[in-house]
T-cell receptor, first 110, second 113 residues
Framework: DAGVTQSPTHLIKTRGQQVTLRCSPI?????VSWYQQVLGQGPQFIFQ???????GRGNFPDRFSARQFPNYSSELNVNALLLGDSALYLC?????????FGPGTRLTVL | RKEVEQDPGPFNVPEGATVAFNCTYS??????FFWYRQDCRKEPKLLMS???SGNEDGRFTAQLNRASQYISLLIRDSKLSDSATYLC??????????????FGDGTTLTVKP
């Protein structure tokens, strides 16, 4: 069975641009969560979606938004990119409790 | 104070050693607990869930003390392949809201020949 997939794997943007990251969960998983991980820290929770409904939002500005589609895949959008948005963006899917992560999208903002 | 705190290490141990990692969490209403392993520049991978009764998986043993809000991971007979960063993870909610995890910053383990 395929695990969680994310695209793209790497991305380079400049300040002020917008970016869209994509995630496909494990088949049968209805929950998708997004995390941001900067070097030397643990992942920080951004959003959780379950059955296309937002179930939680972490302490991130409104420049960050997300949605979940009927097939349970998800997109994370970040507007007006800042240098500090450079990080590994991880998507995780879960049935309940245990989360399984995709390989991440490494975003560099110049 | 962070919601989940771990000793960052690094822990440098010889092969065959026993090593223990600790983690404390501040929210007493937390529902579920996990240890993840993360290799350099890779995604976190689930190592094991942590239960109040304690649980063991081969060389790995996890313990939860709800009264002290403390989680531990014990690795026996360390292998070179155990070298990684170990992340303590706490969920404040369960069921379909369980995808809002709080991670510690991780403890780095290096096992040397």
């Amino acid at each position: 069975d395929a695990g969680v997939t994310q695209s793209p794997t790497h991305l380079i943007k400049t300040r002020g641009q917008q970016v869209t990251l994509r995630c496909s969960p494990i088949s049968g998983h209805k929950s998708v969560s997004w995390y941001q991980q900067v070097l030397g820290q643990g992942p920080q929770f951004i959003f959780q979606y379950y059955e296309k409904e937002e179930r939680g939002r972490g302490n991130f500005p409104d420049r960050f938004s997300a949605r979940q589609f009927p097939n349970y895949s998800s997109e994370l959008n970040v507007n007006a990119l800042l240098l500090g948005d450079s990080a590994l963006y991880l998507c995780a899917s879960s049935w309940t409790g245990e989360q399984f992560f995709g390989p991440g999208t490494r975003l560099t903002v110049l | 104070r962070k919601e989940v705190e771990q000793d960052p290490g690094p822990f440098n141990v010889p092969e065959g050693a026993t090593v223990a990692f600790n983690c404390t969490y501040s929210n007493s209403a937390s529902q579920s607990f996990f240890w993840y392993r993360q290799d350099c520049r890779k995604e976190p991978k689930l190592l094991m869930s942590v239960y109040s009764s304690g649980n063991e998986d081969g060389r790995f043993t996890a313990q939860l003390n709800r009264a002290s809000q403390y989680i531990s991971l014990l690795i026996r007979d360390s292998k070179l392949s155990d070298s990684a960063t170990y992340l303590c993870v706490v969920n404040r909610e369960g069921g379909t809201n369980a995808g809002k995890s709080t991670f510690g910053d991780g403890t780095t383990l290096t096992v040397k020949p």
